[in-house]
């Protein structure tokens, strides 16, 4: 296993992270007074913010931590994810330009990138939470996935080069966390399961449900041996900055070689998982409806524009003539988008009864409501999964997603 | 890329074949007479065979080159598949012993491997020609699939360690030849295409298919993107020695991670097209048919024992707690098999109208008789291109290998 010279790494403090910044060619000033906070709120990762007190000039530096904050140092994590998350994030750069932070400097050994700071963006979870409107995103996110995906398929690139970067992209230690926490974890009795007691019902039926079982054995095979594209591997909301006319991803270490539909039906599942905590802060039933209306249809949305520039992009970037094949781009798209279904809902599910939670629902203050919401949520992640070899078109997810909501036990 | 540093690398005389096995620490004595013959036939390497003229020891000393010798030097090679071809090599001597060459030593700058010498076998297409039987043929090599698939799979080994050995056995070089030869150049006008004029009827039935064509995309992508087990990548008849007693492997150059059906697809088709060879040179109509019979028994039989074999691992072998979800066996042995019967339709074809060709065929007399085979072999490969996604059991793949041939235009 590649692993980055442990004897040369150390984690930085705030003073290392203002010295090393001190060093570089830009963007500072050489009579630069510069600070430095420690920013991280994930659990992989140091995160500093610098920002210099005479301009408005500000970088991040990001560094990899060498086990996971979320379980003390017991969960030893390769640093290699560093390097993979630097060379990814220049790669969706030159894909797509202005949608990652730009990388201005690495150290592979210390596991840190130096980057672009995007602090004049929000977190869209939080965003999406406060009740702003993104009217641009599906668009913006539809671009990012097509091209991203596509240009490092065999559809977009040369096969061989390809391959490659698929070995470049190894990453056994960011998947392992993947194939536990998403795809195993939440359909047993398992240490890491961290759910209120009030839904042991919910727990109990999806640890029973045969059904379901066999559909997320079936996305998971599809996890650990379809290398489809290089994913972005952990694309939920929480990995996005946005502003109404901005959209940037971050935090790509989880990329892999893997099935496309993983990267498209997180951005689904995450916004579902918005819908599913409604009404939140929300009190008036017209906004109510609204809100609702608004989140389904970026759902709809996020697959549409998507899809749309996929295909354009097979039309006119394909570098594969033999994908030209009649009928071929329809069935890949068919099962692109079953798989975006399936995985959309397994990411659903994990988030109510697996380890990592999502703000939407935990911050809702009202116990009961919180309950309805998790509830809601476990329902729609359910019928994706049940579904999504035999669907065909957004609108059937949207019904299905209805139908889930109304039949939901409040 | 990975490339052996060309400038210590040198092709090996049959000199200094015979000085590099006197370096070794076995298995020839030091009073050894050695001789050395350079028998390779096949058009990527070198293969010396050393005997010593004072007792019965002998070796085998592979090189590869660094390109194809076919179409003289222009097609260059990674000669990485050395490295490839002897960790392969390796693996399987591990996974079942005795059923491929054991090695002895390497030297991947040099891009050989010293090995077992199995010249008391026979290529096994050459023994099927001459109407040899093999009736443990099926037991052997279904063995032989069931074990290296399955323990080189995530049902088998480690997820994570798999990952890394996917890594290690990157082999884009290899891979492409695949897939211009297989995939690709039967179904176009191409130069390295290859047949008699007398067929190009068919050769524009296979340029025009469009439902073929289809499936054949659907093949090929899962050829670029399922990484499901370490493949053998070439597991014809030529790549198999064998007695009446024994079955060895050789030849693992193409390996890559891949699609398990490739590998059981790749036997099948072998099988089937001697069985489009016959007669052959058998004139009795009862010999005819007992050797019809025989080899269909023998499809049927590679088959089953291989999947009895693979079920059985899954039972007793699997290192993976999920892949026990009710159903989940039956779908992937099922999709398995689909496979199976796709890829070896796509070998059969290629075999008649792509560059590389099948001595079975190749080497019928009579122009009539080898035409007859010819459209016979296009004619079962196309069937089980275009059935495989929805077959079920080798019963129905012998219905349509039999219905395939009673319709063969004569």
């Known amino acids: 296993m590649e692993v980055a010279p442990l004897s040369q790494y150390r984690p930085f403090t705030p003073q290392d992270a203002i010295e090393l910044a001190k060093t570089l060619p830009g963007p500072f000033a050489a009579d630069a007074n510069l600070d430095c906070h420690e920013i991280g709120d994930g659990n992989l990762n140091l995160v500093f913010h610098i920002t210099d007190q005479n301009s408005d000039k500000s970088i991040i530096i990001k560094q990899a931590l060498p086990y996971a904050k979320v379980v003390g140092e017991s969960w030893p994590l390769s640093l290699v994810r560093a390097r993979i998350e630097r060379e990814i994030l220049q790669e969706e750069y030159r894909l797509c330009p202005g949608m990652v932070p ?17 602090s004049d963006h929000v977190i869209m979870r939080k965003g999406l939470i406060e009740g702003v409107s993104y009217p641009l995103f599906a668009q913006h996110i539809g671009e990012f996935m097509a091209r991203t995906l596509f240009f490092t398929s065999d559809l977009g690139m040369n096969q061989q080069l ?23 974890e939440p359909y047993r ?35 650990l ?31 892999y070689y893997g099935p ?13 998982l918005n819908y599913a905590s409604l009404p939140g802060w929300i009190q008036d039933e017209t906004a109510l409806h609204e809100r609702e209306t608004l989140l389904l249809k970026m759902v709809r949305d996020v697959w549409t524009e998507f899809e749309s520039r996929f295909r354009a992009l097979w039309v006119n970037d394909l570098v594969d003539p033999m994908a030209k094949t009649a009928g071929y781009q329809d069935l ?37 409501e919180r309950e309805h919401a ?29 139908t889930a909501v109304t039949t939901t036990k409040v």
């Open 225 to 255: 041996t379809h290398g489809q594209a290089l994913l972005h591997g952990d694309l939920h909301t929480g990995s996005i900055f946005v502003t109404p006319e901005s959209t940037k991803v971050i935090d790509p270490e989880f990329a």
């Open 374 to 402: 998790q509830r809601k949520a476990l329902s729609i992640g359910k019928a994706l999964i049940k579904n999504n070899r035999r669907l065909n078109t957004i609108g059937e997810v949207l019904d299905i997603v209805s």
């Open 102 to 118: 730009e990388v201005y400097h690495y150290d592979d050994d210390l596991a840190l990138t130096v980057m672009e700071d995007l």
């Open 189 to 223: 009795i398992a240490e890491k399961n961290n759910y209120d007691v009030s839904i042991e019902d919910e727990a109990e039926a999806l640890r029973t449900d045969g059904e379901l079982h066999l559909e997320v054995a079936l996305l998971r095979e599809k996890f």
């Open 332 to 368: 890949y798209v068919q099962q692109l988008f079953r798989d975006s279904i399936g995985f959309a809902g397994a990411k659903m599910v994990r988030r109510i009864v697996g380890l990592a939670h999502v703000a939407d629902i935990d911050t809702i203050p009202n116990a009961t």
């Open 162 to 184: 390809k391959k490659e970067q698929q070995g470049r992209f190894i990453n056994p230690d960011q998947c392992k966390i993947t194939e536990d926490l998403i795809f195993d």
């Open 260 to 272: 496309m539909g993983f990267d498209v039906g997180a951005v689904l599942a995450n916004l579902l």
